[in-house]
């Protein structure tokens, strides 16, 4: 063998053992960079505080609503007009269910109170009807689960 195929080979192990050593360097890198995002995920905070949170629809319009008010929180139900829909509430009192009619006044209410439940629903000519005449006695759209 010569002295140019002797270093022939030599160059050509070389590079062979250069080419591992690069797929091994490259390995180590990315399961370094593995452990560190792992080790990262842990870092992420577990509580997510806010005084308001609201989701959007596709449209970036704002559907819902959970806040605090002076009394507790409070979760809106938005139409795609932005008005109140729905608005679930608790504070000192109790809790409360207010479902609005498209003009955006009160056409249904409960509320779980210490002293009791109440209900009111405001008929189609706007008279109020409270208690056992704000209850219908069939299932309606339970009816359909």
């Keep these: ?3 140019l195929e002797r270093l022939v080979e030599r160059v050509a192990r070389l590079e062979r053992s250069n080419r591992w050593l690069q797929r091994a ?3 180590l890198v990315g399961v370094v960079g593995l452990l560190l995002l792992l080790g990262a995920d842990s870092e992420r905070p577990k509580t997510l505080e ?3 949170f609201v989701l959007v629809d596709a449209e970036g319009r704002p559907r819902w609503r959970l806040e605090m008010s002076e009394y507790g929180p409070v979760m809106r139900f938005l139409d ?3 008005a109140e829909v729905v608005r679930v509430a608790t504070g000192n009192t109790g809790l ?3 479902y609005f009619n498209p003009r955006k006044r009160l056409r249904t209410g409960l509320a779980l109170q210490d002293d009791g439940v109440h209900m009111a629903f405001y008929d189609r000519t706007g008279k109020l009807q409270s208690g ?3 209850i219908i ?3 309606g759209v339970f009816s359909r689960e």
């Design 50 to 52: 806010a005084q308001t």
């Design 1 to 3: 063998m010569t002295d």
């Design 96 to 98: 409360t269910i207010r």
């Design 25 to 27: 360097a490259a390995g």
């Design 137 to 139: 006695l069939e299932a």
């Design 80 to 82: 795609a007009q932005q």
């Design 132 to 134: 056992k005449n704000a």
